[in-house]
């Protein structure tokens, strides 16, 4: 097992190479110029010229590049232009509060898919399978930056439930507060991981081991937790892996419309100032943020099914 | 009294097409201590038959239509709600399904899986069911069954499932074991032990067995007892020596000389033509009909009763209008 981890690791340097790579090249291709956009348009091209050669930004692309390889190895990721701080010290401060509302939102989708899940495959084809099928493929249907000002204007600005956006202090103050944003990541999630497992409960309801726990005299619980719901699970592990990439990219848009001070909305405003060490230091940990969540899923689904193996 | 006595019971199971009456008035005893075999080809109905017994239909969308299941000290199966069947699955009837491969659960080690059934009955410790499941291992004659117990069914080859389902099948030693073609997925000597293992056990303790196959092979080696089974309905019974040695219906006489023997040696086997009726829009005379050498209208207008032959002996009875005019 450790072994297997340990080549998978080693496996990951290519693929992290390739992500440096691209970050990098994707912003030489990108218009607009950080030097124009700190100076505006006024500065002389000689005060423009001192500032790109202080910014590195003079050097051939070959050398920014091993530069800025040279700062992921050492794990500082480049300094901002603007901040004037290493982009590791910008992301460790706003880092927990993205992980937060990651974790917050799979916790949320999985809370609200399990017993919609379950309901539907114990009624499957009646009126409440369909009803909820409805419910969620709308859920599905409605783009998140929607979904947030309709939760906000109802249930912080009438209701007074939520705050509008912020973070607090604490665990259980920022629960209450990344509420609104890790609803809204989560939902769309829920609504997948409930169409999955509704499919992998219904098909495994009609296991032949499933039949023999029957026929050995279990209660119907006990047939349903031990044998169904636990085996469908397994499922869910890898559809939520494969789904956090995507939670992770749709963090972005959600912190900015709660203002919560995360990766994402360190990233937009990195792009508006064209601060490139921190767009491509974000691009390259957001990344790596995938790939270690994926492999932790395969972790997990390693362990949770005995046929499965990391080889 | 017999240990269970099933009364013109009808299964029929929804699907697209319609209803099919994968059973269709069958009736039979099964007397204590007794090995019952129930033969026939792929959708005759014998594997509806025997989940009829305990209930459990799969995925499929079954339902008993009619008839009785008579069980000695239960009651009536068909009437038994299903929240108090788990009282009779496991401990008074267990069932030993076709495919080791499939029947045990993958993500759960196999001592867990034995353990749970003696758990559920038993008012026993865990670490008392543990112990028994050790001994259930060792019972069906696995070895080291210490390490098996940690072992997921994966890691098992087909004939060690097989023990294994076996295992937690006797582990309540319950009066009356339903085995739905125990041996079919499995090697050929690898067949013979599991039989082997199943008579052994008959012999310790007067288990009944009612035994699906579709192997004539495995009837005349374990088989006190046989029904034939066709397109839903008994055609053929009586004891194992007057089934295959006084085979009287057309049908049983057909299946017998497709079936390759030493005594047949270098004779061409004969198949049966056509196909098996449909359960959905059955023909309403005798089922074999469209598929008999022998058939007459008279065959084609009423489905003959199961009767005695004339001058067979009594437990010896088919469904051939045949039989009845001579």
């Not at chain 2, 389902?165 to 009066?175: D, F, R």
């Not at chain 2, 198949?271 to 023909?283: H, Q, V």
Request: aromatic letters at 6%; charged letters at 20%; a positive charge.
């Amino acid at each position: 097992m450790l072994r297997s981890i340990l080549q998978r690791l080693i496996m990951l340097i290519p693929v992290l190479i390739g992500i440096t790579l691209l970050g990098f090249l994707l912003l030489q291709v990108v218009p607009g110029d950080p030097v124009e956009r700190a100076m505006g348009t006024r500065a002389s091209a000689e005060e423009m010229a001192a500032m790109r050669h202080q910014w590195g930004l003079d050097q051939p692309i070959w050398q920014q590049y091993l530069l800025f390889l040279r700062d992921c190895v050492t794990g500082s990721f480049g300094t901002s232009l603007f901040h004037k701080l290493p982009v590791s010290t910008l992301v460790l401060e706003r880092l927990p509060f993205t992980l937060g509302i990651v974790v917050y939102s799979t916790l949320l989708a999985l809370v609200v898919a399990l017993p919609f899940a379950i309901l539907a495959a114990l009624k499957r084809g009646g009126a409440i399978d369909l009803a909820i099928r409805q419910l969620f493929v709308f859920v599905i249907a409605l783009p998140p930056f929607w979904l947030s000002f309709v939760l906000i204007l109802w249930l912080s600005l009438s209701l007074g439930l939520f705050p509008t956006g912020g973070i607090g202090e604490g665990l259980l103050q920022n629960m209450h507060r990344l509420f609104l944003p890790s609803l809204v990541v989560g939902l769309s999630t829920a609504a997948l991981i409930q169409q999955s497992l509704r499919a992998t409960l219904i098909e495994t309801m009609s296991a032949d081991y499933v039949d023999t726990a029957r026929a050995k005299g279990l209660s119907r619980v006990q047939v349903f937790t031990r044998h169904i719901l636990r085996n469908s699970l397994i499922s869910t592990i890898s559809i939520v892996g494969v789904r956090i990439g995507w939670i992770i990219g749709s963090t972005v848009v959600v912190e900015k419309i709660f203002s919560v001070p995360g990766l994402g909305s360190l990233l937009i405003d990195a792009i508006v100032s064209r601060d490139f060490p921190v767009i491509r230091g974000l691009t390259v940990i957001f990344a790596m943020l995938v790939v270690v969540v994926n492999l932790l899923t395969d972790i997990a689904y390693s362990i949770a099914d005995p046929r499965a193996s990391l080889d | 009294m017999p240990l269970l006595s099933v009364r013109n019971l009808v299964t029929e199971f929804h699907g697209r097409q319609g209803v099919a009456r994968a059973v269709d008035d069958v009736s039979f005893d099964i007397e204590p201590g007794e090995i019952f075999g129930i033969v026939g080809e792929s959708g005759c109905g014998k594997s509806a038959t025997c989940r009829s017994i305990i209930k459990l239909f799969g995925g499929a969308r079954a339902r008993i239509a009619g008839g009785s299941i008579e069980m000695d000290g239960v009651g009536n199966l068909v009437e038994r709600p299903e929240a108090k069947m788990h009282e009779v699955r496991g401990s008074k009837i267990s069932f030993i399904f076709q495919d080791p491969l499939t029947a045990l659960n993958p993500t759960m080690r196999v001592g867990r899986q034995i353990a749970e059934v003696i758990l559920r009955h038993g008012k026993v410790s865990r670490a008392e069911a543990r112990e028994r499941a050790v001994q259930m291992l060792r019972d069906v004659k696995v070895t080291s069954p210490e390490r098996r117990m940690e072992a997921y069914p994966h890691e098992l080859s087909g004939g060690l499932r097989q023990r294994v389902v076996i295992a937690m099948a006797l582990a309540l030693q319950p009066p009356l074991i339903i085995a739905d073609e125990p041996t079919t997925a499995l090697d050929v000597t690898v067949q013979d032990q599991i039989l082997r293992l199943l008579l052994d056990r008959r012999a310790e303790t007067d288990t009944a067995i009612i035994m699906v196959t579709h192997d004539l092979g495995v009837v005349a080696e374990v088989c006190d007892r046989v029904a034939v089974m066709y397109g839903g309905q008994i055609v053929e019974t009586g004891t194992t020596d007057e089934v295959l040695h006084e085979a009287a219906h057309p049908y049983t006489r057909a299946l017998l000389a497709a079936l390759p023997s030493a005594a047949m040696r270098g004779r061409k086997l004969t198949p049966i033509e056509g196909m098996p009726p449909s359960l959905i829009a059955p023909p309403p005379g005798c089922r074999f009909a469209p598929r008999c050498a022998h058939a007459h209208d008279a065959c084609r207008a009423a489905r003959p009763p199961l009767a005695p032959r004339a001058g067979g002996a009594p437990g010896h009875r088919d469904a051939c209008i045949l039989d009845r005019v001579q």
